[in-house]
């Protein structure tokens, strides 16, 4: 039997792959993979949507420098965010996790004191889940159920010619704030008796890494300003990547405005210092957990003054591609580099 | 800070321990977690019911002698069994796996397979899921949707003093496949030149273990007949196991007679030929996914001849305790001597 390794499709080639032949049977799905949630018919008014995601020890995250706690808070973050992504409000998720014998009931009461924390914070009940041993690490499993009106329910496909390109919150905090931790535990590990140095001015850089939070305020915006985005996807792989999965699930291309992509000041210092250009770390880092979407050119007066919003850019034909209008007036192609798991 | 080993509380003592503290908030929320699927309101005339499980490599399969496409089969099966024991009827799953890098595109294909095969027999959909990479091995885990009209569901706190306690199926033959399976990999791996020797004869004990079904025939049973348990689970953790929650959440006690639980002629003599009685391993054996059930006596004639379905005891009063009336007059207390996938 041949051998082809699953690196050489990648993650979004591999679902692809596995998921091609599988048909749709029943009349209650009416999303099913492909997006940030599946979407089910109830017979009521309102729609669910369902999403699921697997963190693994290692993988997504390490315990040299995340603490428990805000690792329970951002599995259930990152679920909502799937939710939020197709503008429906999450209400139920569920928790499995497999565990080595390294971890004890106390460690996982501050896991589930995240959790905890988290489904507060969203209003969000724990319905159900499994706990099982692993061999090794810390394997998450978390699966969260939102709902919407019908209408509401926003996808990746429905983005237009002419419509803004919206972007929520600010970009690439996350990447830099992974890279700072991912620096220090570098210097630690080679002289453990320097004491890791976690410096007040990255306070936002940490937190955007570690303890991110999903946009539920944004799809309290939309409803409350009557406006329901053409497109709607989550930026957990970077702008380049989620721009492109808008582009190409909805059949047209984009242009993004380098300058109206929203960085903060510190994420910009930052990057540099690290000499690195901001943009790229906006484009091609990851879990920032903000919102992507697009709206019909109409609504603009909606939303040009609503906080923490930002149009930094403009779907165009799919034929003139998804590309970049750079500070410096250049216009370069964007490509996907966003966070690939099977590599490294 | 005091350590304690999660080994201390047991699978449902820690979840049990962990969730104690979290709230109900979303009036959507009809019955979170403690039965085997939560309840969630949808607004029209039925309601959603939600399941989730994970499967870990060398917990709760082992490749020496389980095949890819079985374990895809199985790992939706076990699911709809709990959608199935809540008598609702399975619509939707999400997949979620972490994989070493030893498993190959190929391999994968099997597996989903296994999936697509369990998808087209149960009529579900497969609508989401997350592939990732693990260190070590593969991790599985599903969420299995599924839905009933409201008076259909059927939660495990329904039995009243009177009622009959009824089970589906056979049970004792996985954990006898799994102890063949586990014999012959012993003689492999103590002479791996011997081939394993897999006994025509025992065709049924190992398909029970590797390849299990949800009986969602059952359920489609139950509703042809206008029957609705008053109580029900399914049988994955052995009988005694089961009879136990069933008795704990309604707030009652059980009679079983040994004489009516359903074993079949080769698992007897297996067990036998293995030294053991084989109501003990019916008992506390586990995976057999049959359900066990409870029913109002004044249906009795519904079902009394009614297919694969055994009467096989009453449920009494709590004090009168969780007891086993054996074929040789005997009456002893049932303990839970289940599956506990956190020892060894």
Request: glycine share 8%; hydrophobic share 30%.
């Given at each position: 039997m041949s051998r082809t390794d699953v690196n050489t499709l990648g993650e979004f080639g591999l679902i692809e792959h596995l998921t091609r032949t599988f048909k749709k049977?029943?009349?209650?799905?009416v999303l099913g993979v492909g997006d940030d949630a599946a979407i089910i018919e109830t017979g009521g008014n309102e729609q669910i949507v369902v999403s699921t995601d697997m963190l693994v020890e290692g993988?997504?995250?390490?315990?040299a420098y995340t603490p428990l706690k805000h690792l329970g808070y951002k599995a259930v973050a990152v679920n909502v965010s799937d939710i939020c992504a197709m503008n429906a409000r999450p209400q139920q998720i569920t928790v499995s996790i497999a565990i080595s014998n390294r971890f004890s009931v106390e460690a996982l009461d501050e896991f589930y004191a995240g959790i905890y924390a988290a489904c507060e914070n969203y209003g969000v009940d724990l319905v159900g889940g499994d706990t099982t041993s692993s061999n090794k690490g810390l394997y998450i499993s978390v699966t969260a159920i939102g709902r919407a009106p019908k209408g509401r329910i926003t996808r990746r496909s429905g983005a237009k010619v002419g419509d803004l390109v919206c972007i929520t919150g600010h970009l690439g905090s996350a990447y830099l704030g992974l890279q700072l931790l991912e620096r220090e535990k570098q210097v630690f590990l080679a002289n453990p008796n320097m004491q890791p140095e976690m410096k007040p001015e990255h306070k936002d850089l940490y937190a955007a890494i570690l303890r991110p939070e999903a946009r539920t305020d944004m799809v309290d915006l939309f409803a409350k300003n009557n406006i329901v985005p053409t497109s709607m996807i989550d930026i957990s792989d970077g702008l380049a990547s989620e721009i492109i999965h808008i582009c190409k699930a909805s059949g047209v291309g984009a242009i993004i405005e380098e300058g109206n992509v929203p960085i903060k000041q510190e994420a910009q210092v930052q990057a540099i210092d690290f000499g690195m250009d901001p943009i790229t770390c906006a484009l091609?880092?990851?879990?920032?957990?903000e919102l992507l979407f697009t709206i019909d050119p109409k609504d603009v007066e909606k939303i040009r003054?609503?906080?923490?919003?930002?149009?930094s850019g403009e779907i165009v034909a799919a034929e003139d591609g998804i590309k970049l209008h750079t500070t410096g007036g250049n216009i370069h192609e964007i490509t996907a580099q966003g966070w690939n798991h099977f590599e490294g």
């Open positions: 049977r029943q009349p209650t799905t993988i997504h995250f390490d315990f091609s880092g990851g879990e920032d957990y003054f609503l906080p923490d919003l930002y149009i």
